[in-house]
C-alpha cells in the first residue's frame, strides 16, 4: 500500500533541475508533496487532487497523473535550500481520512 | 498558536516498561494521526482518529494503543516497550472534509518525539 519513490537519493549542483516520480498499485484521490529537513518535521508543499491537474509555485511544480496512479514533483534550477527529503504522500480513492506516506527521496544540492 | 505540540521530546525507556506520548492541537483539526520515522522506511502510519471518541489503526499498529478522548488531544500508548520501537514519533492533524475550513487535506506535524528504548 505504501507508494514507491525514485529516484531513493540525488545529488545535485545549484542550478540544475531533478524529478522525483511517486507510483501507487493503488487508486488514488490525491496525492501530497512534504520535504524535511534533517531533525525537522515534515512541511508541507502541495496537494493535488485527482483529475489529472498539475501545479506549482516558484521553481517547484508537480503533476498527477490519476489514470497511471503516479505523480512527479520537478525541481528547477535548484538551490541550496531545496535539500531534504522529499516525501510523497498518497490518499486512496474510498480512504481518503489517511495519508499513507513513500519511503522519501533525500535530495542533496551542493554549491 | 501554537499549532500541533508533542511530549515530551526525547525519552529513553527500558524494554517492558510503559510511557504516553501526547499531542495536542489548537486549530481544531478533526483528524489526528500518529506516525512513526525509522531509516529507509519513510513515514508510517500507526494509528488515526477521524474524530473525538473514535480511533483506527494504520500501517504498523501493532504494540501502540491510542485515545482521543478529547478532540484537542490524541494520546499514543505503549504498554510493553521494545527496542523496535525505537524511532521518532510524528503526530499530525488535518481537517476533515465536513469541516468549513477544509481546502484538501493537508496535514499539520508537531516537532517530532524521539524515542530509545533499551
Known amino acids: 500500500q505504501q507508494p514507491v519513490q525514485s529516484p531513493q537519493a540525488v545529488i545535485l549542483r545549484e542550478g540544475e533541475d531533478a524529478v522525483i516520480n511517486c507510483s501507487s498499485s493503488?487508486?488514488?484521490?490525491?496525492v501530497h508533496w512534504y520535504r524535511q529537513k534533517h531533525g525537522e518535521a515534515p512541511v508541507f508543499l502541495m496537494i493535488l487532487l485527482k483529475g489529472g491537474e498539475q501545479k506549482g509555485h516558484d521553481k517547484i511544480s508537480a503533476s498527477f497523473n490519476e489514470k497511471k496512479q503516479q505523480s512527479s514533483l520537478y525541481l528547477t534550477a535548484s538551490q541550496l535550500s531545496y535539500s531534504g527529503t522529499y516525501f510523497c504522500g498518497t490518499e486512496i480513492a474510498g480512504a481518503t481520512n489517511k495519508l499513507i506516506f513513500g519511503t522519501g527521496t533525500l535530495l542533496a544540492v551542493q554549491p | 498558536n501554537a499549532g500541533v505540540t508533542q511530549t515530551p521530546k526525547f525519552r529513553v525507556l527500558k524494554t517492558g516498561q510503559s510511557m504516553t506520548l501526547l499531542c495536542a492541537q489548537d486549530m481544531n483539526h478533526e483528524y489526528m494521526y500518529w506516525y512513526r520515522q525509522d531509516p529507509g522506511m519513510g513515514l508510517r502510519l500507526i494509528h488515526y482518529?477521524?474524530?473525538?471518541?473514535?480511533?483506527a489503526k494504520g500501517e504498523v499498529p501493532d504494540g501502540y494503543n491510542v485515545s482521543r478522548l478529547k478532540k484537542q488531544n490524541f494520546l499514543l500508548g505503549l504498554e510493553s516497550a521494545a527496542p523496535s520501537q525505537t524511532s521518532v514519533y510524528f503526530c499530525a492533524s488535518s481537517y476533515s472534509p465536513g469541516q468549513e475550513e477544509y481546502s484538501g487535506n493537508t496535514i499539520y506535524f508537531g516537532e517530532g518525539s524521539w524515542l530509545t528504548v533499551v
Open positions: 493503488k487508486a488514488l484521490y490525491s
Open positions: 482518529s477521524v474524530g473525538e471518541g473514535t480511533t
